[in-house]
């Protein structure tokens, strides 16, 4: 059964708090993403990765930053973490053939 | 960027069925999905179709694929409760390294 993990389904955090998301998936994907999913507003990419060391900023990626240093494992960072961020995060895989994505099963971050 | 779009919200009645509806970009998009959000979950691929094919059976699901229009639509046949989720298409961006969603339609199916 192909998985992506992130590492934690619930989060609170401080304001001004250095939050890191982590996310691993098992199928050798190249790519990873970042989403944001929030009410009325759908999934909104954040950052993704193509490989290694690559990442590309998606449409919000503001107060965010990134971290892929081994294939498997795609890291957010919100550097100093803001009440607006309080959201649910969804991290997905696909391969570079294959445009279908996998989801893991997010986390819902609360700053307060 | 330019968005896919979605009604938000439906509710229908056990055993009949539901049609959810979306407007796409890029008419050479190759691939178009359906996922299906379940409460508290990710996101999993419920169906896709190809661009050459206008329509796709799958058990209860319909996909009907309108290219001239950039419209694509899912018919669930006989819903049930399980199938109470916010339902999301998607197509593919940026030479096909990443998909681009549509804001969700939420489905509640009352018995």
């Known amino acids: 059964d192909v998985k992506v993990t992130q590492s934690s389904r619930y989060l609170v955090k401080r304001t001004g708090e250095k939050v890191f998301l982590e996310c691993v998936q098992d199928?050798?994907?190249?790519?990873m993403f970042w989403y944001r999913q929030d009410p009325g507003l759908g999934l909104r990419l954040i950052y993704f990765?193509?490989?290694?060391?690559?990442?590309e900023k998606g449409d919000i990626p503001e107060g965010y930053s990134v971290s892929r240093e081994k294939k498997e494992r795609f890291s957010l960072i919100l550097e100093s973490a803001s009440t607006n961020q309080t959201s649910m995060y969804l991290c997905?895989?696909?391969?570079?053939?294959?445009?279908?994505?996998?989801f893991g099963q997010g986390t819902r971050l609360t700053v307060v | 960027g330019e968005d896919v779009e979605q009604s938000l919200f439906l509710s229908v009645r056990e055993g009949d069925s539901s049609v959810i509806n979306c407007t796409y970009t890029?008419?050479?998009?190759?691939?178009l999905y359906w996922y299906k959000q379940e409460p508290g979950a990710g996101l999993q691929l419920l169906t896709y179709?190809?661009?050459?094919?206008d329509m796709k059976q799958d058990q209860r699901l319909t996909v009907l694929l309108n290219k001239k229009d950039k419209h694509l639509s899912l018919r669930i046949a006989d819903t049930q409760t399980g199938d109470s989720a916010i339902y999301f298409c998607?197509?593919?961006?940026?030479?096909?390294?990443?998909?681009?969603f549509g804001k969700g339609n939420q489905v509640v199916v009352i018995p």
């Open positions: 997905a895989s696909s391969s570079l053939l294959n445009t279908e994505a996998f």
């Open positions: 199928m050798d994907h190249e790519n």
């Open positions: 990765s193509y490989d290694v060391k690559m990442k």
């Open positions: 890029d008419s050479s998009s190759t691939y």
């Open positions: 179709i190809f661009s050459n094919m």
């Open positions: 998607a197509e593919p961006r940026r030479g096909n390294n990443r998909l681009a």
